[in-house]
């Protein structure tokens, strides 16, 4: 079946309000919108920037969207941004449950199960990040972990309700290392994690998820791990920040 690609750069704490403008300004004239670029473009900048992204990026095929996201409405939550105030700033996704948020920031899996439901009540597409640590899957435990991490941020939603849900599979030990799992080893991972989509959705829902790999995603990299049958996609942080070699990899894919 014929599934979504996204090509998503995360930005990370990278890039003010004039670099991002500049970078979306130079993406837009390389990427060949009318030949059809198979792939959606993605970007998530630093909150400051959204804003001015998404109105440069607009009637492009770039779409802006968050690193991350209140889980709560409104109040008195110093320092957290909601949902409503980033699609009012113009962003069209959110990445929710990065492992820099969990490790850096506690965020637990259980955490993460309430900002995905707040992105599903707001309309918001989330992309739901998974992986393990080296010492993990050194011990054989990639699946297991996995599958917790799986089953508690989406528990208790309905399989309609996760329609519109990407998930990207980033094992930790890859991320901004240089060292990428193999297309191969990233296959077999993404192969299980769509079985287990398909247990807690249903069989059309998983065969139609989008599931990123990221994890030290470069130019050199990517055809390998995009020609596999279940990697839709990519999330790129490092790689990402420079608009030739994103625009290279976006073209690749
Ligand atoms: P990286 O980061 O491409 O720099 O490894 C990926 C990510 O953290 O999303």
């Given amino acids: 079946m014929e ?8 930005w ?19 990427i060949p919108m009318v030949r059809g670029a198979k792939s959606e473009i993605w970007i998530a900048p630093a909150f400051t920037a959204i804003a001015a992204a998404a109105k440069k990026a607009e009637g492009s095929s770039v779409r802006i969207g968050a690193q991350n996201m209140s889980d709560v409405d409104e109040g008195a939550f110093t320092g957290e941004i909601s949902a409503k105030m980033l699609k009012e700033a113009g962003a069209q996704f959110v990445i929710l449950g990065h492992s820099e948020r969990r490790s850096h920031f506690n965020e637990t899996d259980e955490h993460i199960h309430h900002k995905i439901k707040r992105a599903l009540s ?13 010492s993990e899957r050194e011990s054989g435990r990639t699946q ?40 191969e080893m990233a296959q077999e991972t993404h192969k299980a994690i769509r079985f287990q ?16 790999y990221g994890g030290s995603v ?9 020609e596999m049958p279940d990697i839709d996609g990519a999330l790129i942080g490092g790689a990402s920040l420079d608009v030739s070699s994103f625009s290279e990899m976006v073209l690749q894919g």
Avoid at 149 to 155: K, Y
Avoid at 197 to 212: D, K
Avoid at 218 to 226: F, H
């Fill in 3 to 10: 599934r979504r690609k996204i090509i998503a750069g995360n």
């Fill in 12 to 30: 990370k704490m990278h890039k003010t309000i004039g670099e991002a403008i500049q970078f979306i300004d130079s993406l837009i004239p390389l």
């Fill in 122 to 134: 707001e309309n918001i597409p989330a992309i739901l990040c998974i992986g393990e640590s080296e």
């Fill in 144 to 183: 297991e972990i996995l599958s917790r991490q799986l089953a508690i941020a989406l528990a208790g939603f309905s399989p309609n309700e996760l329609s519109s849900l990407i998930v990207a599979y980033e094992p930790v030990w890859a991320i901004g290392t240089g060292k990428s799992a193999t297309a």
């Fill in 197 to 212: 989509m398909e247990q807690l959705t249903s069989a059309q829902i998983a065969a139609s998820l989008p599931i990123l």
């Fill in 218 to 226: 470069k130019p050199a990299n990517i055809k390998s791990l995009l």
